[in-house]
């Protein structure tokens, strides 16, 4: 597309959550169809020094001068996760002091209510004012005046450089995203029943009252929203699911859908993965052995390893079905007379004190023994070599010396030293005693009593090769599993289980996140490698069972049919590749540019 386009978030090259991915996994595909394509961001000295590379040469020098003296601060430079994008990153401090004039600017022409707007909608609303003005100042430019122009915005924090532009008659075509709507994910969040609400809605003709968003102190927040779906020239959401919340909440359904996607090519290819699988697993089973060995002897040759990750929203993430639907699947396994063993990890980020002391000194043991025994492979191997060469098997006298005996026996004894309790279900001591998950964990009965099938291993830091637990980062660890479970209520795309997939791992989503319903109209059936539970007008006891019934299903595979399950996985995974939901974006900025050009026609100079 022959246009220029400015892409403004707050996550440019400032990585805070999933939009981060969105852009930087998109950058190649833009990069590629705009000949010129400009991030816009929010400066932030400690993130900027390791993913933005400044250039000091660059057309916009006087256009920042004139910015500077109204208190913002630019810079120029390449974005670096995101392929080197070119990337403007904005200091909009010295814009503090307007905060109350530009929202009371806000309320006279948009009827944005902030009168009671916490800190930190300020600050934003203060750099999405900073933005428009850059993006203002740096479009009056000659080489500006001779193609369409796209601005697009994501999310309210954005918004007010939008509100800027839209007020002061900008030829640009101006491009709102919404990745989730703020009264959506809170009402979810409440326990509300949000998707029954939004359904019945619809089919009604209704749409939210702004009245209920000052039930919950965020009428700022949805007000800012709503005005910017609204007022720009092409409305976008991620999801199906989205955009219908977003009729009934916004009162505006979106325009275009800009679907989430990866990178696929960035991927490594099944053969690679298949390597990494091997490697991984093995660092996962050690983990795994030096976390229930002193407790009991683990079968590891019987385990499957399941995992789970995300921000710690109970109910939205859909924790308490899965927690639900591990019950059933323990107790079904114990009824069978079951070998086989999940071990599932909770990769959800809490407040900690840090590492679980019993935990610690379990793996601190296990890695001694690790230590001690392939400190004595090689002398191990030259006594069995030489055995071998004199025509004789290698005896127990002839291959492990006393000193290396002794040494294992007292392992042995520190190994068996906590036999008769239950290991530890948290890997960390959690700073909240009473933590949700931990209780209800419990009150399951999940609590790895050496009888129980399903073994839980919560993790509530983030995953790092350095976090002196697993030493795995997240890829490296999702490589090592062989199921990723996201039976999310509340979920506008959701990349868990599309990345999941895309690293060779089969995944659970349900019809109620974007990717789901996404999938849901490429529905594998119940075995799929990517498997869609059904919550919507369903309730959560189907989708509960059909959550035990599928990780029964995949417990029981053997080997080769995992593998079938990778490569299907891998395969499904596609489907969502950037070379093909790029298009979508393509949409939305020629829907916004033949608006904008209603608004002030293009006049070539």
């Given amino acids: 597309m022959d246009a220029f386009v400015f892409e403004v978030s707050t996550e440019v090259a400032h990585k805070v959550g999933g939009i981060y991915a969105v852009l930087t996994s998109k950058s190649a595909q833009m990069k590629k169809n705009f000949k010129e394509y400009y991030t816009v961001g929010l400066y932030d000295p400690k993130t900027a020094a390791v993913d933005f590379e400044p250039v000091l040469k660059h057309p916009f020098h006087n256009a920042f001068m004139k910015l500077a003296e109204q208190g913002i601060k630019c810079y120029f430079g390449r974005w670096v996760g995101a392929n080197k994008a070119d990337c403007i990153l904005i200091d909009a401090s010295g814009l503090k002091p307007k905060t109350n004039e530009i929202k009371t600017a806000l309320w006279d022409d948009y009827r944005i209510d902030s009168l009671y707007s916490s800190q930190f909608f300020n600050d934003m609303v203060v750099w999405g004012k900073a933005a428009g003005m850059v993006l203002e100042e740096i479009l009056k430019l000659d080489k500006f005046g001779r193609k369409p122009i796209i601005c697009q915005f994501h999310e309210w924090l954005t918004g007010a450089g939008l509100l800027h532009l839209h007020k002061a008659g900008t030829r640009a075509g101006l491009v709102f995203t919404t990745h989730a709507t703020t009264m959506g994910r809170t009402m979810a969040e409440h326990g509300e ?213 002794y040494d294992l026996k007292q392992m042995i004894v520190k190994l068996r030293s906590k036999r008769g309790t239950n290991p530890p279900i948290c890997a960390m001591e959690l700073a909240d005693q009473n933590d949700l998950i931990l209780r209800v964990l419990k009150e399951k009965g999940l609590d790895n009593s050496e009888d129980d099938r399903v073994k839980v291993i919560y993790y509530p830091t983030y995953l790092s090769s350095v976090d002196g637990l697993l030493g795995l980062n997240y890829n490296q660890a999702i490589t090592g599993c062989h199921l990723g479970v996201f039976p999310s209520y509340y979920e506008p795309w959701g990349y868990t289980p599309l990345e999941a997939a895309a690293l060779g791992v089969p995944s659970v989503t349900t019809d109620l996140a974007g990717f789901g319903r996404f999938m849901k109209e490429r529905d594998g059936g119940e075995h799929s490698a990517i498997r869609v539970l059904e919550r919507h007008a369903k309730g959560d006891n189907v989708a509960t069972q059909q959550l035990t019934d599928y990780m029964h299903y995949l417990l029981n595979t053997n080997r080769k049919e995992r593998v079938a399950k990778k490569i299907e996985a891998k395969r499904l995974s596609e489907l969502a590749d950037w070379q093909k939901l790029i298009k979508n974006y393509l949409l939305a900025y020629e829907i916004a540019i033949k608006v904008a050009q209603k608004r002030r026609p293009l006049t070539i100079k």
Wanted: net charge negative.
């Fill in 193 to 405: 029943d949000l998707v029954s609400e939004i359904t019945h809605g619809l089919q009604h003709g209704k749409t939210l009252d702004d009245a209920r968003a000052k039930a919950y102190n965020i009428e700022y927040i949805h007000t800012l929203e709503k005005a910017c779906a609204h007022k720009a020239d092409a409305f976008t959401t991620v999801s199906k699911v989205t955009a219908d919340e977003a009729k009934y909440l916004l009162g505006k359904y979106p325009d275009s859908m800009t679907l989430n996607g990866l990178a696929i090519q960035n991927y490594p290819s099944m053969e690679e993965l298949s390597n990494m699988h091997a490697e991984n697993k093995q660092r996962v089973k050690h983990f795994v052995l030096s976390f229930f060995s002193p407790y009991y002897y683990l079968h590891t040759e019987d385990c499957l390893y399941f995992f789970t990750a995300g921000r710690y929203e109970y109910h939205n993430k859909g924790f308490d079905l899965l927690i639900d639907s591990l019950a059933q699947l323990n107790e079904k396994l114990k009824k069978e007379n079951s070998k086989k063993t999940v071990v599932i990890f909770l990769w959800i980020p809490a407040a900690t004190k840090g590492g679980d002391v019993e935990v610690m000194d379990n793996i601190a043991l296990f890695e001694a023994m690790e230590e001690e025994t392939m400190g004595n492979l090689d002398e191990i191997r030259e006594h069995i070599i030489d055995s071998v060469c004199n025509g004789q098997l290698p005896t127990k006298a002839k291959v492990f010396d006393e000193p290396f005996l």
